[in-house]
């Protein structure tokens, strides 16, 4: 079954998803929310920081808990595993610009959107819990440097 994206591409654009990843899903929207329209190889830098845990992605929406940061951040998180998946279908997208033909040094992530995936059963020893699942999907656009 082929998957409809929610943004329409013409042909300088290329896209990428990833079904059912087993992430968080509100760590998934703070990321995305993150790098949008942003420059690729600026996110993909951004992406390999966070993992590092040099630097924290910044959470607006979801904050509950979490806590302050350093610098002019006021609150933000290291999600370390969401950023490892993500960086995976970015890269994936990129690999699919170069196959169309694209400039990967133009490219700008102008759609990047996570949505809550479906709800799986996990059985343990003593009862269950529903485990997360994310879809995210990813559209690099060719920007021309003016």
């Known amino acids: 079954m082929a998957y409809k994206y929610s943004k329409q591409v013409g042909d300088n654009a290329a896209k990428a998803v990833g079904i059912d990843l087993p992430i968080s899903s509100k760590q998934s929207i703070e990321i ?14 951004l992406l390999e920081e966070v993992m590092k845990m ?15 940061r350093k610098g002019p951040m006021a609150s933000g998180r290291y999600p370390v595993k969401a950023c490892a998946k993500i960086l995976t279908i970015v890269k994936s997208a990129e690999s699919n610009a170069q196959n169309k ?46």
């Open 32 to 45: 995305c929310n993150y790098l949008r329209n942003r420059k690729l190889a600026v996110a993909k830098k």
């Open 54 to 68: 040099d630097r924290p992605v910044p959470f607006k929406r979801f904050t509950g808990g979490v806590g302050h």
């Open 101 to 146: 033909g694209l400039n990967s040094n133009n490219l700008v992530l102008t759609h990047i959107s996570a949505n809550t995936g479906t709800r799986i059963q996990r059985y343990k020893r003593k009862g269950s819990r529903k485990a997360k699942m994310t879809h995210i999907e990813v559209i690099l656009e060719e920007k021309k440097n003016d």
